[in-house]
């Protein structure tokens, strides 16, 4: 179950916890009516953030049982934040809490020894317990990384503060979703910094944390907060502030309209009262929804706790062009039912669930030998290529003993050329996971490759430097073997670039990259391993 997972992340995240292609999704919307966002002008100083922050926690004025928690993007700024705010800072780290418990953590920090993983968690609860009992002042407020965003559940989050620029929408809406859990009205307050991201880190088609749609928001819309929030997960289905009575409105919607407002509070609900009167031209009536549609709305949530639900993924064109300040239309639900269960699994739903959780434990060991065997494959043939000048492998094929020089003083190889064209080989981590850039071995098993020391030199703790990537390039040059290589992967490259692109393309065959997949077809079909 997620509160924040976006409509693109569904498929990857079944294939991760290798659920069945007909998993049921079950969606509703992602709008949180007792929360207010605001975003404020980016601050060019720490003093300038801490001294905004300081205003908006004394603004709030926060009884016994509320609380506040104030999120940063790094542990430095973290430290800095708690000791101007006197309050405590939490993280995930287990070097602060070390450096911080006193002189004898300092010591044993110093000789690169830690503190307990129990006494780690004890001081991290310690200071979980400090700021939910609030005993006084100082503990009503925490500063925290992100790891605090999550499993967190106190009820009573009156404000939440997002310092420093968010890196991405997943993880903003994660930490605001800590405020307003008693259906109280909660803001959440966005103050970016003068850094801005430069634009091709985030312009990614695999961009499934939402790090553009952040930048977007903060540096370049004056759309509605709510709106943006809901349309990155709800993906189209997005609700402004204007469009629900029970919605707070964002701090973008007042600088536009600028309504007399009153909070009014409720049993278990905040209304705004907005009247006709206090609406600009623009947004009439007919922009708000009405009672009945209102009642269909809290309807459809409640049929999504009960029955089997899955949102339509295929809107019409007529539809996909409605403005998103249209009314909601009941009778336009993005959700539809359907009923495909067995009787007996009617029945009894928790057999079909642990039915489900064995199909996908299955699966899950079904993976785990798949990748067994293609580390097995690759050790292997990166044993044969061990100790060997990998080009003359390419142009000999039958020499299997150890060559008398390396590869970079190969007769057979223009060396700057193919330093040249080593830069264009640039793998993404989320297609190919993380490469040892020495060798280009993909890192998925410490008996594949032994894991390089922080700080230390990959060429000498690497164990196959400069053997893979020069059989590659060799492949590509040597004319009968392109041809071989072309014909078996079903591919015609005319150029070097064309090369390095496919090789850094999406892998075929399951292999982790298309460069190991090279050097294991070159070992199967064209290396002989006798002269």
């Not at 800072?89 to 129990?118: H, P």
């Not at 044993?383 to 057979?412: A, L, P």
Request: glycine letters at 4%; aromatic letters at 8%; a neutral charge.
């Amino acid at each position: 179950m997620s509160g924040t997972l976006p409509i693109h992340i569904e498929a990857p995240l079944i294939s991760e916890l290798c659920l069945q292609p007909d998993t049921i999704i079950v969606r509703k919307s992602s709008n949180h009516p007792e929360l207010q966002y605001h975003i404020e002008s980016a601050l060019k100083s720490l003093t300038d953030l801490q001294k905004r922050i300081q205003e908006i926690v004394y603004s709030q004025k926060l009884s016994s049982s509320k609380r506040g928690l104030v999120f940063v993007t790094s542990i430095s700024n973290g430290l800095l934040l708690a000791k101007g705010l006197q309050c405590e800072f939490y993280c995930a780290d287990d070097r602060i809490y070390a450096s911080s418990s006193g002189s004898e953590g300092k010591r044993m920090l110093e000789k690169e020894s830690n503190i307990s993983k129990q006494g780690i968690f004890n001081l991290q609860s310690d200071i979980v317990k400090r700021w939910r009992e609030g005993a006084d002042e100082k503990n009503k407020i925490l500063v925290s990384t992100t790891a605090f965003s999550t499993g967190n559940d106190y009820s009573e989050v009156q404000v939440v503060i997002l310092a420093t620029t968010p890196f991405n929408m997943s993880m903003a809406l994660q930490e605001m979703g800590r405020a307003g859990k008693d259906g109280k009205l909660a803001k959440c307050y966005i103050i970016p910094t003068m850094k801005i991201l430069p634009r091709h880190s985030i312009d990614d088609s695999w961009d499934l944390k939402g790090r553009k749609a952040m930048y977007d928001m903060i540096w370049t819309s004056t759309e509605c907060l709510r709106l943006c929030f809901t349309c990155y997960i709800d993906e189209g289905r997005g609700i402004t502030c204007l469009q629900d009575l029970q919605n707070q409105i964002c701090s973008q919607c007042q600088d536009k309209v600028q309504p007399d407002l009153q909070t009014v509070e409720m049993p278990n609900q905040l209304y705004i009262g907005i009247t006709d009167q206090t609406l600009p031209a623009q947004f009439t009536a007919q922009h708000l929804p009405s009672i009945s549609t209102t009642h269909s709305i809290a309807q459809t949530h409640v049929q999504l706790k009960t029955k089997r639900l899955q949102p339509i993924r295929n809107h019409s064109s007529a539809h996909a062009s409605t403005s998103m300040l249209s009314p909601i239309n009941a009778n336009t639900s993005p959700i539809e039912t359907f009923d495909n269960l067995s009787l007996e699994e009617h029945k009894d739903p928790e057999k079909f669930f642990v039915k489900q959780a064995r199909l996908a434990k299955k699966r899950k060991v079904e993976i785990e030998f798949e990748k067994e065997d293609y580390v097995a494959s690759l050790k292997r043939a990166l044993d044969v290529i061990d100790g060997k000048c990998t080009v003359c492998m390419v142009e000999k094929r039958s020499i299997i003993s150890g060559h008398d020089h390396m590869v970079n003083r190969c007769t057979h190889l223009d060396f700057g050329r193919f330093l040249q064209w080593k830069k264009n080989i640039q793998y993404t981590t989320h297609i190919h996971g993380p490469i040892y850039a020495c060798c280009h071995v993909p890192q998925i098993d410490d008996n594949l490759h032994k894991w390089i020391s922080q700080g230390a030199s990959a060429f000498h703790q690497c164990s196959y430097p400069d053997r893979t990537l020069p059989l590659v390039f060799a492949v590509f040059h040597y004319s009968n073997t392109r041809r071989h290589a072309e014909a078996f992967f079903g591919v015609h490259w005319s150029t070097e670039i064309q090369y390095a692109k496919w090789l850094c393309d999406v892998p075929v065959e399951k292999s982790k990259t298309n460069t190991m997949r090279i050097i294991l077809w070159f070992l199967e079909h064209c290396w002989f391993y006798s002269d």
